[in-house]
């Protein structure tokens, strides 16, 4: 039998750290707070954790017992360069239905250049469904 996690709705796609903050709730700007977040990308929606998980792979929703700080459904999401956003670089900028904005900033360009293939993936993959 195929391993479970090929059907698994909730497979990881990525995870990692990243400096996020968000810009909007619902429509109405907000004042940003920079921080770093260990962000998950899985099933339809990016989860933002306080820590990383502490070891194992298996582990990657975050430390046992640890709950996500917040949670977004990507469906119907858009996501662009965030440059015009903010003075930091490598920044990409998410904008969810419900009108929550994000910006997600890492100062390795790969690793926000990966961040943008995987997001871009599962948001179009979303709108297929
Ligand atoms: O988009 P802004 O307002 O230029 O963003 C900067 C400010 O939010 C600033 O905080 P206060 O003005 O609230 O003290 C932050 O410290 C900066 O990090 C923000 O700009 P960057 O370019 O880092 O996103």
């Given at each position: 039998p195929?391993?479970?996690?090929?059907?698994?709705?909730?497979?990881?796609e990525r995870s990692g750290?990243?400096?996020?903050?968000?810009?909007a709730q619902g429509g109405?700007?907000?004042?940003?707070?920079w921080g770093a977040s260990w962000v998950v990308l899985a099933g339809n929606s990016l989860v933002f954790y306080r820590e990383p998980?502490?070891?194992?792979?298996?582990?990657v929703w975050?430390?046992?017992?640890?709950?996500?700080?917040?949670s977004v459904d990507l469906r119907g999401?858009?996501?662009?360069?965030g440059?015009?956003?903010?003075?930091?670089?490598?920044?990409?900028?998410?904008?969810?239905?419900?009108?929550?904005?994000?910006?997600?900033q890492s100062d390795q360009e790969m690793e926000l250049k990966a961040w943008h293939s995987a997001l871009r993936a599962v948001i179009e993959r979303l709108v297929r469904r």
């Amino acid at each position: 039998p195929l391993p479970q996690v090929l059907d698994d709705p909730h497979e990881v796609e990525r995870s990692g750290q990243l400096n996020v903050t968000k810009i909007a709730q619902g429509g109405r700007k907000v004042r940003k707070n920079w921080g770093a977040s260990w962000v998950v990308l899985a099933g339809n929606s990016l989860v933002f954790y306080r820590e990383p998980p502490l070891a194992a792979p298996s582990s990657v929703w975050g430390p046992a017992g640890s709950r996500p700080e917040s949670s977004v459904d990507l469906r119907g999401a858009a996501l662009a360069h965030g440059r015009h956003l903010s003075s930091r670089r490598n920044v990409l900028h998410i904008r969810t239905v419900p009108g929550h904005e994000f910006l997600l900033q890492s100062d390795q360009e790969m690793e926000l250049k990966a961040w943008h293939s995987a997001l871009r993936a599962v948001i179009e993959r979303l709108v297929r469904r």
